[in-house]
């Protein structure tokens, strides 16, 4: 038999059970059930702390929130083009605050309909309407359906970031209270109206409605009112922007929802569902969005940082945007293939170097690397100009003579592309048909270093090499730099950087920047007006004749970099300077591509395309008095070469003499 306990009890089992004392099981619940208030008043006393330390901890942080609301709008642009007209808006569309007296109380109804029914009764939290949310969501079995009130929304906008925390909800919480206990119903309202975001880019109530409608809030109809009501929902699914029929849907469901409250009848609401709102048809501009990150950059550089909208007005010319656009997709589409290019640039300035036009690649959707402004490649012979203009600041003129023969450096034997040699030439001839040993020995002659000087000069600010294939456009640059170094040409001797801001303001007209430059003498109108002689020349006769104008006088010069890999095309007429460029991302050879190919035909059709009624007016420089050679070692050299010939006897007759020609024998009698 088993022992029992020395104090007579069992341990367990039946007979304990049995045995136990009267109340004993009573003492036991009463000991539970003190346990379970201990363990609750503990997590009670631990939750108290645990939420005070949060509130301790976001006290300060939150007094700074409330202290600056994000009421003023971050940085945000409207870039204008020359005509006033919208190219793009960067950042948010922000308008001027609307009081809530002057926005028609249809949308204002509209709003409280599909956000917050029960605005002007709750304390900023709607149980109800949190509960209705609830239940739907459960039924849904997903996210379809929010409780937030205008006040809660208001409340993550303007002082909250979108991170989804415990400790942004509790922020949020508290934010609410502190704006029902300081702010009016209407206050809040308006503050809401004016700032909530409205899809597109839009900021509040008016900037929504002058986007997609083009008027003021004031004048919108029940129906727009609707949709514009239908969107803090969801803004970029229902931004009629987006999918107008499935804003329209939306819009519906608001004003079935305004029925439903009793704020509108349906004979009221009958118009606006049979005739729903339209939007504004906007031109879509992507490719002018090039120039528009250019310009972007240039305003940084312009004004300090600073908080709040900013209206650039630019120098860009819609209408010759739009040819350039459309005459660089031809070149790529017809010639493209055929010579194994894939992209393509162009810029246009005015003789003041205001850019009329920039196209920087191909699509901007599939790239937005701009290759006018921010592509660097090999110029080639279009870097020319800037070694010839440095030969004309040393003593030589266009009527000077160089000879046209094989060149060696130090083991480094440039050729002409043609492969053949001229002997002695004038720089002018040696220059419209691009001879490379002529541009090497100027190169050598004057100094590499006045040419790097020269190409300062002129703009270029690129790094130069001072190597001996400077001469033949080694070194590279940027369309815009190469396109603005022609500019004192074309503009006798003035030149300037490109430039493509006019002003920059507010919104409420106070100017920030007001461009005032004009653009200053570079070089002398002399030395100008002989390059101009010589860069007509390239076209009139030379490697640039299929950039003819016709009867327009123009002046310019090819480019084609080493295995075909970059053609240019770089030309003015009194009007406009152009520069043209065609390669391939990648620096791939072409099949082919010249400067005086596919870039100086499609020079041609985009200039004569943006001349059509302008007047034809000659180039300074172009027609005049033969240049006279500079007096030097040039002017002697031709001296001797003359009384050379004059040594020469006379031929009699019946006599026969030959001479060689071009490579070849003929006979004179």
Same mark, same amino acid.
């Given at each position: 038999m088993a022992e029992k306990p020395q104090d007579g009890w069992p341990e367990s089992g039946p007979e304990r059970d049995r045995l136990s004392p009267p109340g004993h099981e009573g003492g036991r619940v009463r000991a539970r059930l003190r346990r379970w208030v201990s363990l609750l008043s503990f997590s009670f006393m631990a939750l108290t702390v645990a939420l005070g330390l949060l509130v301790f901890s976001l006290v300060p942080h939150l007094q700074k929130q409330i202290d600056n609301p994000q009421l003023l709008e971050q940085r945000a642009a409207m870039v204008l083009d020359a005509d006033g007209k919208e190219l793009a808006t960067r950042g948010g569309r922000y308008a001027d605050i609307v009081p809530l007296e002057e926005m028609p109380p249809y949308l204002i109804q509209a709003f409280l309909a599909a956000e917050d029914q029960r605005f002007y009764s709750h304390s900023g939290f709607d149980i109800r309407g949190i509960l209705r949310a609830a239940w739907r969501n459960l039924q849904?079995?997903?996210?379809? /359906?929010?409780?937030s009130t205008i006040t809660q929304q208001l409340a993550k906008n303007l002082y909250l970031s979108s991170e989804r925390t415990v400790a942004r909800k509790f922020q949020e919480a508290l934010i609410t209270l502190w704006l029902e206990s300081h702010y009016t119903k209407d206050e $809040? =309202?308006?503050? *809401? =109206?004016?700032? $909530? *975001?409205l899809g597109a880019g839009t900021y509040g109530v008016e900037a929504a409605s002058r986007f997609y409608f083009n008027k003021s809030v004031s004048q919108v109809t029940l129906a727009e009112a609707a949709l514009l009501a239908g969107l803090p929902k969801a803004p970029s699914r229902f931004a009629p922007t987006n999918n107008l029929k499935r804003a329209q849907a939306r819009a519906d469901y608001v004003l079935q929802l305004l029925v439903e409250t009793g704020a509108l009848t349906n004979g009221e609401v009958f118009a606006a569902r049979a /005739?729903? %709102? /339209? $939007?504004?048809?906007? /031109?879509e501009r992507l490719g002018t969005h090039y120039f528009v990150d250019w310009v972007l950059e240039e305003a940084r550089a312009l004004i300090p940082p600073a908080d709040g909208t900013i209206i650039i007005r630019t120098t860009l010319d819609g209408a010759m945007q739009r040819k350039a656009e459309a005459a660089m997709e031809k070149a790529l589409a017809d010639q493209g293939p055929a010579v194994n290019i894939e992209q393509g640039a162009l810029l246009t300035l005015a003789r003041d170097g205001a850019v009329k036009a920039m196209v920087g690649g191909r699509s901007y959707l599939d790239s937005q690397f701009n290759r006018a402004a921010q592509a660097k490649r090999q110029p080639g012979s279009a870097f020319k100009p800037v070694i010839y203009l440095t030969a004309l600041k040393n003593g030589f003129g266009p009527s000077s003579i160089m000879i046209d023969e094989p060149v060696d450096i130090h083991g480094?034997?440039?050729e002409n592309s043609a492969g053949r040699y001229w002997g002695p030439v004038t720089l002018l001839t040696a220059f419209k048909h691009s001879l490379n040993t002529v541009a090497v020995r100027l190169t050598e002659q004057v100094g590499r270093g006045k040419v790097i000087g020269t190409a300062r000069q002129l703009g270029i600010k690129s790094p130069i090499a001072a190597l001996p294939s400077l001469a033949l456009g080694a070194s590279e640059v940027t369309l815009v730099e190469l396109t603005g170094a022609y500019l004192?040409?074309? %503009?006798d001797g003035k030149g300037t950087e490109p430039w493509g801001i006019t002003e920059i303001s507010t919104p409420s007209g106070i100017v920030l920047y007001e461009r005032k430059e004009e653009p200053r003498q570079i070089i002398s109108p002399r030395r100008a007006r002989d390059m101009t002689h010589m860069l007509h020349q390239v076209i009139a006769e030379g !490697? #640039? !004749?299929?950039?003819? =104008? #016709? +009867? +327009?006088? %123009?002046? #310019?010069k090819t480019g084609t970099s080493q295995n075909n890999r970059d053609a240019w095309f770089i030309g003015y007429t009194h009007q406009y300077v152009t520069g043209i460029w065609f390669g391939n991302d990648d620096n791939s050879p072409s099949a082919g591509a010249s400067g005086g190919g596919i870039a100086a035909s499609t020079w041609s059709a985009y200039m004569n395309d943006i001349h059509r009624g302008l007047p034809r007016i000659a180039l300074p420089g172009v027609r005049r008095e033969p240049v006279v050679a500079?007096? #030097?070692k040039e002017q002697e050299y031709f001296r001797q070469l003359s009384a050379l010939f004059r040594s020469v006897p006379p031929v009699s007759a019946g006599r026969t003499t030959r001479f060689r020609q071009g490579g070849e024998t003929i006979r004179v009698r």
């Open positions: 849904a079995g997903a996210f379809v /359906e929010g409780g $809040i =309202l308006s503050v *809401y =109206l004016n700032r $909530i *975001y /005739e729903p %709102a /339209e $939007i504004v048809v906007r /031109e480094w034997q440039p004192p040409f074309a %503009a !490697t #640039g !004749t299929r950039a003819s =104008l #016709g +009867r +327009r006088m %123009a002046a #310019g500079r007096q #030097g």
